[in-house]
């Protein structure tokens, strides 16, 4: 089939929830796409980071076949499998927790450290019964459900879709006295990004992150640091919660932990704080499956092993240093860390949309990201060299007459 019936078939049988830009991706390899007409595109968005390891990452692959091979690929927690048990360790041992509660999307590990926190707060920080508030931001993303939307400030995510599960306040993004102001005694968390990537790549001045952590400690309030997208590498560091020396109470991890390959999420706790599930309390079928369990271990070996933090940080700055240094009319602000760059347009150069488009006809794709921002977020296993062939496109993308 050529590309224009993957997109008619699509967009006959499927809901239009999304607005995809008119490519088909066919086939992956490492940083690089091809479509059916044999099209070759660098990816820079890279699943929204879920393919930090790149596409067909070899390991990964093997991992993933050799599990299916065994021809047991999910078991449910009903059981025990052979694969759980390493995966649990191996993210206690990168998060610094001491237990790990697996599912399968992100906003299926927000959920659990929603309840999580909730119990906690009634069970453990005394909180009276249904009175629990969560402290998160504006701009959040956290993902889709009517839980999660209900607390968005973003009106697309949530017209129509009421009534909210109440018990949540939004403080200002960045500003702990906004933070200070929203919390009181039936506070039992404070749920954040240590950068709003979907809010338009919006990293906090130096001092809020540790303020925050400083604050909820002093106030016997849980940090909840949703990583799902900045966490494993993307930013330079394995958690972007790193960048100021802060160990938040609780992980909730997703997208790159699976390299890829499937839909895997876990929240990682300390033991005081994850007792509060016992049996019954909280799962899913395919939560903690072997095959994404298996999958999971090899993609955060592939992680540390070939150095993907360390190569996000020292390409992510050049890749930056060169981006900054074109010159464009359209460009107000380049915002980076490690490799997660936002590069916003100005007010009089209209969307970041059709520079998608236009980087598209280059060989490049890319996503906007609030509408003004450009995001490019390719996956870590990139070369100096592909940056370069990138940033040539880029220029000229840059450069173009819009309006
Ligand atoms: C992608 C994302 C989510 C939701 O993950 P899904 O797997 O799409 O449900 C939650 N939080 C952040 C920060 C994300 O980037």
Known sequence: MKSQEYLAKEAKYGAHNYHPLPIVIAKGQGVWVWDPEGRKYMDCLAAYSALNQGYNHPRIMKAAIEQIETGVTLTSRAFYNTRLGDFLEKVCQLTGHTKALPMNTGAEAVETAIKMARRWGERIKGIAADKTEIVAFEGNF?????????????????????????????????????????????????????????????????????????????????????????????????????????????????????????????????????????????????????????????????????????????????????LKAIKSPHVKEVRARGMLIGVEIRKESGVARPFCEALKEEGILAKETHASVIRFAPPLVITREEIDWALERIEKVLNINVG
């Open 142 to 322: 956290h993902g889709r459900t009517t839980t999660i939307v209900g607390f968005s400030s973003d009106e697309d995510y949530k017209e129509g879709f009421g009534p909210f599960t109440p018990g949540f306040k939004l403080a200002e993004y960045g500003n702990l006295d906004s933070v200070k102001a929203m919390v009181n005694e039936n506070t039992a968390a404070v749920l954040f990004e240590p950068i709003q990537a979907e809010g338009g790549i919006l990293i906090p001045e130096a001092g809020f992150l540790s303020g925050l952590a400083k604050f909820c400690k002093e106030n016997n309030i849980l940090l909840i640091a949703d990583e799902i997208q900045t966490g494993l590498g993307r930013t330079g560091k394995m958690f972007a919660c790193e960048h100021e020396n802060i160990q938040p109470d609780a992980y909730l991890l997703a997208k790159a932990i699976s390299g890829g390959f499937m839909p895997v999420s876990v929240v990682t706790a300390n033991e005081e704080i994850m007792e509060v599930f016992d049996p019954g309390s909280h799962g899913s079928t395919y939560g903690g499956n072997p095959l994404g369990a298996a999958v999971a271990v090899e993609a955060l070996n592939v992680l540390v092993e070939e150095k993907l933090v360390e190569r996000a940080e020292e390409l992510g700055n050049y890749f930056v240093t060169k």
